[in-house]
């Protein structure tokens, strides 16, 4: 039987941060102190909170609402807008009993202030919306094809579609123009309450293992959808009941963001719904739904296949996310608007950078980040010193974060420092001799494990971009290959998407992280790749995009279904028609057909090859902003593995 | 437009082209009035469904070949709905289950619930007292679905037979196996293809040079249905046809091949990423993984020498299995392909150095 | 004694300031709190780092005694009624609450990332309408569980598991209040059974406190009930050098002692981080202990497969077997 160590001191390896314990208990015996106090005063508190006596209740209401101010009437006025009641009556100091430490403590504490201009009780984001279409932080081809739709006469579609990410301007940018036009938008608003958690699950659950989107929707909701069929064939006729103004139509748009939600489980009554009240209507309508990349229920694909785009003549303006540029001009009115002070013009111009950057194409973020920015006295920090920032750094929130290119790049260049460390050098050596060519000189300088904790990201991200990336930067074909072998292996671990998920979140990701940076050593130091821009994961997206494929594919060609498997179908039937130039039934079957032209070498067969690609073959991040970048492009700064670490 | 593939389907057992001894067998099972549940199963492109449908014609006479196509939806008890399209005629219904995912088990005993429960319309025409399910695809049910069927068959086995379809019985769970009657229907061979081939053409009068004939039969791999496909292509892409004419294949295929010369012609982690590309492009147009991994390793074995093809095939079948496994085909291609070119490489190595 | 309450909540901090780890996120908040003017906000982080705790203290420190009126907490074991949780919310957000300064109400949604996509899809439209009167606090352990939507109408705090010097400073605190007896290596084993969870780490001490009195790493393994580092870092070394039938005994002893499959190779994984082998064995090993894990789970817990684990470690230094 093994025997165990008699409990001594350190009996784990140096390896092991040797915890200080001295300066620890000296903090600990001041902060104790500290804590006792706590409990006293969290005692205090609990009994003035419990005990109901009209005593203790003035006590507590004179110290939460510190001296009178002059600008009583104005701090009343503020709070009346932003939707508090006035304060009634306050309480000057002189009123306060004799002062014991613990009211002195409190006041300190809770120190209320009436909200000024600087100190507004809005949020940032709401505070100065745009309101024309100066204003708006977008890419002006985008917003004149909004206001083109708008223009135009009745003989083009009126509905019209707005997708794009999240934070990418599509509200800002209707209701600016709209704004402009003096044309009114009718909002439909989900009247029924809000469904929060999980519901009760039913009998039939256990065989489902009670997987996330097995939602149950009550009755009420079915209501829901039926009030939203009455809106609107009511907003199709001209006289409106809704408002007061006898203005003609053309100054009225119907403006649908929030759809009730028994549609996002259910399409088909939403399709329904529109075919049946939308069909012909002369009232302009805009829907707007966001692209929800991690959730296929909630986008448009699944709310607005292309059947129902074409069959009800939708109109659809795809936004792209913001483009840096834009971003940094509506960051940069946000500052003006508040009032908030910086060191020189272009410290703010860097900051600002640095911000929109970091906010990734998202507007609401960038604000955010702003907002977080901003230190207490309303001013804007100077810009970093070092040559590339991070994101957390921009946001001015945690030094310690790492954002995911960042993260990245600490794996995959696999920098390891310049000195051997003795420990690292000795268990180097345990190594037998037919390894020993697999030693490495050095630890590295990043260790994976806390790379991982600082960036966040989920097991199953990391590891798709890591895949990405790894082949730039792997030194040889074998590393290579062994990286990608372990890539590969954990998402293999189990056939139970369970297990494998759970698999993958607690081992796959650490394993990805130190395969790739165990492979990617190379004797001179790493690849000097200069400038190099980390590939988003493109992975997941091919795999919707192939589902979404199929699933247009078995709807167009429904009636070949009773003798063609999915896969013939997709396999054999459909290139076989594609090359016989086949005249087919309808347009769906031909948009299916037009898949089949591959970007070949010799070219198609059949009729001339443009670029058929159907995948970005450059692959790099910019990809999507591309078309949104104005004409001086913004030069993003080299990542070059001269970055000094922190 | 009709093509020839679906225009000179027999639709009768007595009009099969091969397997004729099969055939004969179906015939006397159908006359013997005790109509057990079938398990059709074989390759893709053998003639299973033309069998089936040839059975249905022979229980039930031409009202089996009135079709329509329905789009049914279901309700699950956690209130989702389903839709799935069904063919029927007044005797039987045909579903394909695997489109439903997770929720064949409810559709499938809602629809055999369903047939079972309706009485037999009396046409004078038929003297069966049953109707028919025909499940196409099985080996795409899911196991739950595959155990609740097995009691379903059995309940309502007076009013309802099944007819099973699917390419492989792997998939298939003993229990189903053993209530079925199991037909195999091998792929034809290439003679029997090129007889096909050449009665369709007569009837189109289409004059078919015999070494074209051998060379499509060769090409499909026993697969009728492509066979049938290709001659059509041919037709349209040169009119009369010629003997050494060139058989179309897919563009996806092509593709492929071209992938595979791309890879034996650099082995290097830049290559790599160009294939992956391909990949993706192949991958996005529903090009099934499995397939295009099939393809792929038929390609690269055609360069490889002898002496590593058993490693080759070894690697294949380890990372085949991760892929069926995974969720994240793209990973499990490249990781082969990578392993691949290490293989290659290292071989390219020894030998030059052995001379 | 250690007394009723648990240490997690007796000395939950009750203050901004006192907050362990994350000093910078948690140093925002403190001057949100003072402007008075926070934006909703997500807290995304693992189990155990401070999340709850400091939605909590924030909301206190904004709303003084007016917590009770101007906070409504949810997570998500809460009430039994669909229509109780339905109506609550929206029903809050518009409720008139007179709160001092310009403050304004909170909604605290803990364990948000197993809210479904539709009920989050809903919740973001509550978010604008009422966002002048209602901040909402999110607190979650994966962000991205979370709906694109809402993740933009919010600013991403992201806190990470605390440190063990971190963890060992509070659990002096928490000693030298609670007067317990200690021994250096008793507060290094909780430190690691804890794995940066505080939560875990209060309830590990309160419970050897109240069981043995005497914080050694021998009473603290025997409360947790894990196998001592100790004999499977040997066992380690003992693969890595390919002597089977050593690393074998230890697998062995601790299955007799009953450990279950899952806590053996959880304590296996947590030691071979830490343990001194070389860079490649340890990629490697963990690999296979990832996979034998992922087999454990699927349902197959059994000697064999641990002794089979052990098998493999050692054949990774087997020259026959590159």
């Known amino acids: ?646 | 437009m009709a093509l020839w593939v679906d225009k000179y389907r027999p639709n009768q057992l007595s009009k099969l082209d091969y397997h004729k001894e099969q055939a004969e067998q179906l015939q006397r099972i159908v006359a013997s009035g005790d109509f057990p549940h079938l398990l059709v199963y074989g390759p893709p492109g053998a003639g299973k469904k033309t069998r089936v449908q040839c059975i249905l014609r022979e229980l039930y006479g031409a009202g089996a070949e009135r079709l329509k196509i329905e789009h049914k939806t279901f309700q699950t008890p956690s209130n989702k709905r389903i839709e799935l399209s069904t063919v029927a005629s007044n005797y039987h219904i045909e579903i394909n289950p695997g489109d439903v995912g997770i929720y064949d088990r409810i559709v499938v005993q809602e629809i055999v619930k369903s047939m079972a429960q309706t009485q037999q319309v009396y046409d004078s025409g038929s003297n069966r007292d049953f109707k028919v399910v025909v499940l196409t695809e099985v080996d795409r049910l899911t196991k739950e679905a595959q155990h609740a069927l097995r009691r379903t068959m059995e309940k309502y086995t007076q009013t309802c037979r099944l007819i099973l379809c699917c390419n492989s019985t792997s998939k298939v769970i003993g229990p189903l196996r053993s209530r079925c009657l199991a037909i195999r229907v091998p792929a034809p061979s290439d003679q029997e293809v090129v007889d096909v081939l050449n009665q369709v053409c007569r009837k189109e009068h289409v004059v078919l040079p015999p070494a074209l004939a051998t060379n499509i039969a060769k090409k499909s791999f026993g697969n009728l249905r492509r066979a049938l496909l290709m001659i059509e292509a041919c037709r349209v892409q040169q009119h009369p046809l010629k003997d050494d004419q060139q058989v179309v294949e897919p563009e996806w295929e092509l593709y492929i091949r071209e992938t595979a010369q791309l890879i034996i012609r650099e082995q290097s982690p830049e290559n790599l990423l160009k294939v992956r590309e391909r990949l993706y492009e192949l991958l996005t147009r529903c090009i099934p993984p499995s397939i295009i991994f099939e393809k792929l390793l038929k390609e690269l074995l055609i360069s490889c020498d002898s002496m590593i093809k058993a490693a080759v095939v070894a690697s294949a079948a380890e990372f085949e299995h991760r892929l069926n496994r995974g969720s994240k085909h793209i990973f499990h291609l490249e990781a082969f392909i990578a392993s691949f070119m290490a293989i290659y490489k290292r071989h390219l190595e020894e030998t030059l150095m052995a001379l | 004694m250690a007394g009723s309450e648990p240490w997690v909540e007796k000395y939950r901090p009750q203050n901004l300031a006192d907050i362990v780890g994350n000093e910078d996120t948690v140093k925002r908040l403190q001057v949100f709190a003072k402007q008075g003017n926070v934006p909703n906000i997500i807290i995304a982080g693992p189990p155990g780092c401070g999340k709850t705790t400091s939605v909590l203290a924030l909301a206190r420190e904004l709303l003084g005694t007016s917590f009770k009126d101007g906070v409504m907490e949810l997570n998500a074991s809460n009430d039994r009624g669909i229509d109780v949780v339905r109506d609550k919310i929206k029903n809050f957000a518009k409720q008139q609450v007179t709160l001092p300064g310009g403050r304004q109400k909170m909604i605290i949604l803990d364990e948000a990332d197993s809210m479904t996509e539709g009920a989050q899809q809903a919740l973001r439209r509550t978010m604008e309408v009422y966002s002048k009167t209602t901040r909402f606090a999110l607190a979650c352990n994966q962000s991205d569980k979370i709906i694109e939507p809402i993740q933009s109408r919010c600013a991403i705090l992201r806190y990470s598991k605390l440190s063990d010097a971190q963890l060992l400073s509070r659990l002096l605190e928490v000693c030298t209040v609670e007067q317990v007896k200690y021994a250096d290596d008793g507060l290094e084993a909780i430190v690691f059974t804890a794995q940066g969870d505080m939560r875990q780490a209060l309830n590990n001490l309160q419970s050897t406190v109240a069981g043995f009195g005497f914080v050694n790493a021998e009473n603290v393994f025997k409360v947790c009930d894990e196998p001592h580092p100790e004999l499977v870092r040997d066992m380690l070394i003992n693969c890595s050098q390919g002597k089977l039938d050593e690393a074998y005994k230890v697998v062995h002893h601790l299955w007799k002692l009953g450990y279950s499959p899952e806590d053996i190779i959880g304590n296996i994984f947590r030691v071979c981080k830490i343990v001194n082998l070389p860079e490649y064995i340890k990629l490697e090993y963990i690999k296979e202990i990832g996979l034998t894990h992922a087999r454990i789970i699927e349902g197959v817990g059994s000697l064999l497969q641990l002794s089979g684990l052990v098998a493999r470690l050692c054949a990774k230094v087997d020259p026959k077997r590159v």
């Open chain 1, 1 to 646: 039987m093994p025997k165990l160590k008699k409990s001594g001191s350190g009996w784990f390896d140096s390896s092991f941060a040797k915890l200080d314990f001295h300066s620890a208990s000296a903090a600990a015996s001041s902060s104790s102190q500290k804590q006792q106090q706590q409990q006293q005063m969290k005692k205090q508190l609990e009994k003035a909170e419990d005990s109901g006596s009209d005593d203790s209740d003035i006590v507590i209401l004179s110290v939460v609402k510190g001296p009178p101010k002059k600008t009583d009437n104005q701090s009343n006025r503020k709070r009346k807008l932003s939707g508090i009641a006035p304060k009634t009556e306050s309480f000057s100091p002189a009123t306060l009993p004799s002062s014991s430490a613990i009211w002195q403590r409190d006041k300190e504490v809770f120190d209320f202030k009436a909200p000024t201009v600087k100190k507004s009780t809005v949020p940032l984001l709401d505070r100065f919306p745009p309101v024309s279409q100066a204003d708006l932080a977008m890419h002006p081809k985008k917003v004149a094809e909004v206001a083109g739709w708008l223009t135009t006469n009745s003989k083009s579609p009126r509905i019209l579609l707005l997708t794009g990410p999240p934070g990418s301007g599509k509200t800002a940018t209707l209701r600016a123009i709209c704004n402009d036009r003096r044309i009114t938008l009718v909002e439909w608003t989900n009247t029924s309450e809000v469904d929060v958690f999980f519901q009760r699950p039913t009998d039939d659950s256990e065989w489902r293992g009670g997987r996330r989107d097995d939602d149950q929707y009550e009755v009420k909701s079915v209501s829901e959808t039926k009030q939203f069929a009455e809106f609107l064939r009511r907003t199709d006729y001209c006289g409106w009941s809704q408002s007061n103004s006898v203005s003609s139509d053309a100054d009225r748009i119907v403006l649908v963001e929030e759809l009730p939600n028994k549609f996002y489980e259910d399409p088909q009554e939403l399709h329904e719904i529109l075919r049946s009240r939308l069909v012909g209507t002369r009232r302009p309508i805009v829907f707007i739904v966001s692209d929800v990349a991690s959730s296929f229920k909630l986008g448009p694909r699944q709310l607005f296949p292309p059947a129902v785009v074409s069959e009800l003549n939708i109109h659809e303006i795809a936004f792209n996310a913001v483009a840096s540029s834009y971003i940094q001009k509506g960051l940069k009115r946000a500052v003006d608007k508040l009032g908030a002070s910086y060191s020189n013009a272009a410290n703010l111009k860097t900051r600002l950078k640095e911000i929109a950057e970091a906010a990734d194409g998202d507007i609401r973020s960038a604000i955010f980040k702003l907002e977080f920015a901003l230190n207490e006295k309303n001013a804007l920090g100077g810009a970093s010193k070092k040559s590339v920032s991070s994101s957390a750094e921009a946001s001015g929130v945690d030094r310690h974060a790492l954002d995911v290119f960042r993260a990245l790049g600490k794996l995959l260049y696999a920098k390891r420092g310049p000195k051997p460390k003795e420990a690292f050098t000795a268990a180097e050596n345990l190594l037998p001799p037919h390894l020993s060519h697999l030693a490495r000189p050095t630890p590295l300088e990043s260790d994976p494990d806390d790379v991982i904790d600082r960036c966040h990201l989920s097991a199953d991200k990391l590891t798709s971009f890591l895949h990405e990336n790894e082949l730039d930067f792997a030194p040889d074909l074998e590393s290579a290959q062994r990286a990608l072998d372990d890539l590969s292996l954990f998402d293999a671990s189990s056939r139970l998407w369970d297990v494998r998920e759970d698999a993958v979140e607690r081992f796959g990701g650490l394993i990805a992280a130190k395969s790739v940076a165990f492979w990617n050593f190379r004797d001179g130091g790493p690849k000097n790749l200069g400038f190099h821009q980390m590939r988003k994961a493109k992975a997941t997206q091919v795999r919707r995009e192939a589902d979404l494929r199929r699933l247009e594919c078995l709807r167009a060609f429904d009636d070949y279904r009773n003798c063609w498997p999915v896969d013939s179908l997709t396999t054999v039937l459909t290139p076989y028609l594609a090359l016989m130039n086949a005249r087919v039934k309808d347009y769906d079957q031909q948009r299916v057909l037009e898949w089949h032209k591959f970007p070949l070498r010799q070219g198609r067969r059949y009729g001339a090859g443009a670029n058929t690609s159907l995948v970005d073959l450059s692959g790099v991040n910019q990809d999507q902003r591309l078309s949104e970048e104005p004409d001086d492009v913004m030069n993003i700064e080299s990542f070059s593995d001269s970055d000094s670490s922190d």
